[in-house]
């Protein structure tokens, strides 16, 4: 038993888990932005669907905060998805 590797195993399960819900909601929202959306929305809601890749590999080279940047493209696709549809 190498309860060392079972403890960090565990903590990057969690970090993939939150990253990869945010990641989710963030797409989530860009299908918003393309379905209900005119053109700027569809624009930015590509340039935001791009930001989210790079936010997701940047957070899981992060480790336990790599949520920060996956949740910084979040609040601005929302804020985004407000101001366009």
Avoid: Q
């Amino acid at each position: 038993m190498d309860y060392a590797e079972h403890e960090r195993t565990y903590e990057g399960f969690i970090n993939f888990s939150k990253i990869g819900t945010i990641v989710v909601l963030t797409v989530v929202l860009c299908l918003i932005m393309f379905a209900f959306g005119g053109t700027s929305a569809t624009i930015l809601g590509w340039v935001m669907m791009i930001a989210n890749i790079v936010a997701l590999a940047v957070g899981m080279a992060m480790g336990a905060k790599g949520w920060i940047p996956a949740a910084a493209v979040f609040v601005l696709t929302g804020i985004l998805a407000i101001l366009t549809v």
